[in-house]
């Protein structure tokens, strides 16, 4: 290879990796494997050794990843870390830690003791405590600022707000992940939601780490464990030393750690894991190996990226060969079309795989699949059964190519594609499969909790009895036991099960809509904003999005669905039928009426995340409002607030207030 050649494929790698570093990392959106980004990576780092001259300080070789919304996008509080956080180097060959250890026996001039433990999948958190008590919570950031989530931190009930010990001051580093039970849970609910599932538990806990609501982050089940400390004069020589220290205290720490004399133990602890990891109950994709002693790490020192003192084994993903037999093509609820690919049978993991996504077009073309091409199927995050590529050797002669149908696979109507976010979707409202979607997300759980299943929709639908939500409280009994298999006291058990669901409140009813964005939730916010659904209805985009969890996306979905006469006469529909549509808590969270009649922007950074100081805003009757105007009663500024709002504010002679005198005018 060439300079100019050389020079190519950097830009492009460097390009594709930064694209995959945002969607990782912010988005908590991948959409390749862990395995697939880390040959990239490797590629590009020797290609910028063997022409140094190519190698640049923002190379995507050279720096941490970072987890920084961009400023337009930014929600939370940002602040520097005393210690910079690194990544850490890793790979997929035993033959390179016995180089990581004749390194470190060169450096050092003998062996040393290493100490070993889980990689746990999930997103790196600093914990920094100061005199015994937790100061903040920042994540990685770039390595060198990082977004506070202290409150979000604080309702994991196994991080200690406070410890015994103050005789020093440190940080305590380790990783936030979900079990794989509450992962299931979560995607299940974001489907029932309308909403893409996650690809796997570490993105989970990410995006569940930067969720506004600390609430939500709580029912959502994160974990952490706590892995490192770092600070001035620690009182231990080593790593052990302090993790135990660290679990005397109260920290989580991990149970799974072990002390390796030299690096032949750590091989067989390796070993131990790459088959034991598939009975945990949480995603680990690697073990960390790190020198016990504390002076020799700190003689060891790091790279730009990386410490020298420690490295990651990785474990290859679990894939399995099978053969690709027919693909289906799936209409859900939205009317998104999905293609399924039908395989043979193959063990993964632990279970049997039978069935696997294909995303969509796209991602058909992409892997060139052909039917009967044998395909090599991994586990995203060990969950989700996904095809990842195709083992061209094996391909059949003349295997054909699958076409993505033109017309819906269930009515027939021409299918529309929506270039944004690369899917195919049957626009006819009137669908079989939309509707009977329709009406099982009303009856389910979260929403209705009707007692019934796919089968009586098919049913019911099949004769005729419903076609619009509101159908559903014009059944009898007697229609019921006209059906194949009902009697009467079957009958009489789902028409009581449909008159309860008239008791479920406001919220849940608007979840059960099925307005696209709008999940269990997201519901809940909106329901506590707007106390009726006429109401909701009415709101113009502007007040829908001074909502705190609701953007543009959400609003735009909202002021569709509520713009369109068909939605509003099932709306119309069901509030007839007796259905709640009114928040009827009255005041509830209600601290008192001092802001009563009072409109506030709020603008700046503050000390506590701005969707509290928001929260207070209308615990005390105030009103949110995004602009500044003639009607403003107060401009709230905090640290570097907008420049045209302070401008426009003095224009208006709008008073300007700061934290504390917005403290002081809600506790008069």
């Not at 992409?366 to 195709?390: H, M, N, W």
């Not at 409202?429 to 929403?447: E, M, N, Q, T, Y």
């Not at 509830?588 to 603008?603: N, P, W, Y």
Request: with cysteine; aromatic share 8%; charged share 25%.
């Amino acid at each position: 290879m060439g300079i100019k050649e050389a020079e190519s494929r950097i830009k492009a790698l460097k390009e594709e990796l930064e694209k995959h570093n945002y969607r990782y990392y912010v988005l908590n959106d991948p959409v390749i494997s862990d395995y697939e980004y880390d040959l990239m990576m490797l590629e590009l780092a020797g290609l910028e050794k063997a022409w140094p001259a190519l190698a640049t300080e923002d190379s995507p070789a050279a720096k941490v990843g970072s987890d920084l919304q961009p400023p337009t996008r930014r929600e939370f509080r940002q602040y520097p870390h005393r210690y910079p956080m690194l990544s850490l180097g890793n790979t997929y060959d035993t033959g390179e830690l016995y180089a990581f250890d004749e390194r470190i026996r060169k450096f050092s001039g003998s062996g040393c003791d290493y100490n070993c433990e889980l990689k746990f999948d999930g997103t790196a958190v600093c914990l920094s405590y100061s005199r015994g008590r937790l100061v903040r919570a920042l994540t990685r950031g770039d390595g060198h600022v990082g977004d506070d989530v202290t409150e979000n931190v604080l309702t994991i009930g196994t991080v200690p707000e406070t410890i015994g010990d103050t005789s020093f001051d440190f940080e305590i580093r380790g990783e936030i992940y979900m079990p794989f039970k509450d992962f299931e849970r979560l995607n299940t609910e974001r489907a029932e939601g309308g909403d893409p599932p996650f690809a796997n538990p570490r993105n989970a806990a990410a995006g569940s780490l930067k969720t506004l609501d600390p609430k939500e982050v709580r029912r959502r089940g994160l974990q952490c464990v706590l892995y490192h400390i770092v600070g001035e004069d620690l009182p231990f020589e080593r790593h052990t030393d302090a993790i135990s220290w660290a679990a005397g205290q109260g920290f989580p720490v991990s149970g799974y750690s072990r002390l390796c004399h030299g690096i032949e133990m750590v091989l067989q602890y390796i070993g131990e894991w790459d088959s034991g990891r598939k009975s945990l109950p949480f995603a680990t994709d690697g073990i960390v190996v790190k020198v016990n002693d504390l002076q020799l790490q700190k003689e060891l020192g790091y790279t730009a990226k990386f410490p020298r003192w420690a490295t990651a084994y990785k474990f290859k993903p679990e894939e399995a060969l099978t053969k690709l037999l027919s693909i289906d093509y799936q209409t859900g609820r939205t009317g998104v079309v999905t293609p399924v690919a039908n395989l043979e049978p193959v063990s993964l993991s632990g279970t049997v795989v039978k069935r696997a996504t294909l995303h969509n077009a796209d991602q058909m073309e992409a892997l060139d699949i052909r039917i009967g091409d044998s395909v090599y199927v991994e586990k995203g995050g060990e969950i989700i059964p996904k095809i990842t590529r195709v083992e061209l050797s094996r391909r059949p002669a003349g295997a054909p190519v699958p076409v993505f149908p033109a017309a819906c696979p269930v009515c027939g109507t021409p299918l529309l594609k929506d270039e944004s976010q690369a899917r195919h979707y049957c626009p006819n409202r009137d669908c079989p499969a939309v509707v009977k979607g329709g009406f099982l997300h009303f009856i389910s759980r979260k929403a209705m909790n009707i007692n019934a299943g796919d089968a009586t929709i098919d049913q019911l639908y099949d004769k005729g009895l419903i076609r619009r939500l509101p159908d559903l409280y014009k059944l009898t009994v007697s229609d019921m036991t006209g059906l194949e298999g009902w009697k009467e006291r079957s009958a009489s058990k789902f028409i009581d099960s449909i008159a309860e669901s008239k008791e479920r409140p406001y919220h849940a009813v608007l979840y059960a809509l099925g307005i696209r964005h709008i999940g269990e939730t997201t519901a809940k916010t909106v329901a506590s904003r707007f106390p009726s659904v006429y109401m909701l209805a009415s709101a113009s985009r502007e007040e829908l999005m001074e909502v705190e969890e609701i953007g543009d996306v959400v609003a735009d979905s909202i002021r569709g669905y509520f713009s369109d006469p068909r939605n509003m006469e099932t709306v119309d529909g069901l509030v007839r039928a007796g259905l709640n549509f009114e928040d009827k808590s009255g005041n509830a969270g209600r601290l008192s009426d001092r802001l009563a009649g009072k409109t506030v922007v709020v603008s700046g950074s503050f000390s506590v995340p701005r969707d509290r100081i928001k929260s207070l805003v209308e615990a005390h009757g105030g009103k949110n409002t995004a602009s500044v105007s003639g009607s403003t009663s107060y401009l709230l500024a905090g640290e570097k607030p907008g420049p045209e709002k302070l401008k426009k504010a003095e224009k208006l002679s709008v008073p300007v207030i700061s934290e504390d005198e917005f403290y002081k005018l809600i506790e008069e």
